[in-house]
């Protein structure tokens, strides 16, 4: 505002001193012809220079990529706004950590077991949410309308229904490649082929394979960890951390460690099998929806 106070004056400044140097050169207030050029020179000094106020101090005003943030100071409040104008019952969740490292550019609306987190672009105006449930994340967005983004974050949290769902109300969202799978429960056996058909090294898929056809172990979701082969009781990250790993040594032969790695054995695939399964409880049961944090509820 200062700034552009200081800018109208200097403007005003300069009207009057060009005004007093043609008049002071002719000595006289009253027009006349010859002084006309004098007067042509100077509106097309002035005229320059209040369109380059104009440039430097009013495009500033409200021609942002994002004036709705601008206009209340950070992405939350902003959010906040659109979520009360749809009459959503979701608010921002409040992280202080977050909120003064990142004002601008991160806010998290959270309701049970879903969330989204929204970033925004830097080069071009896009919110750029997320879609969680039961800890994984299964779909992505990108839109210019802060109201749509706040539409779909409602339509997310506060109904029951599968990322297919949300695609299909709002288009600027694109379910991942392991969404379907979790919408219908059939995540564990994705991740079990998942794992297969990409593992962190070629000497685990002898394990896997074996490991896939186990009535017991592939119940449970396989992970990995650099190059170990991981099990979790839940499907969401953060996993447990509470079974046993497989550590390809060679081809054809693997170690069997505990989560502190802790040696229990070593073998073949068969072997490291055997060596596994038996140091599990034996009510384990097989992995659920949610998170590690969950079961600790």
Known sequence: MLKKLFAILFLLLCLVTMGVWVVGSHGQLQFRPEMTQDWVIVSIITTTFGLFVFLMFGKGKKSGKYIEIETVGSLDKALDLELAKINSAFRVAVDEDIKVKFPIVYASVENGNKF??????????????????????????????????????DYWLGNNITTKALYQKFPFVAPNDKAHAFDIGREVEYSWHQTLNHPPTDHLKEFISLAMDDEVLSKHFPFTSLNRLC??????????????????????????RLPNNQLLGSGTAAEALKILKDSLPADIGPAVKGTAEDLLK
């Open 116 to 153: 989204s987190q929204i970033y925004i672009a830097a080069k071009r105006k896009l919110y750029l949410p997320d879609f969680w449930r039961d800890g994984v994340c299964l779909a992505n967005g990108s839109t210019p309308d802060i109201n749509q983004l706040a539409m779909a974050i």
């Open 231 to 256: 099990f979790s009781k839940c499907t969401g990250y953060p996993y447990t951390g509470d079974i046993a790993t497989i550590n390809p040594v060679d081809e054809g032969y693997f170690e069997v």
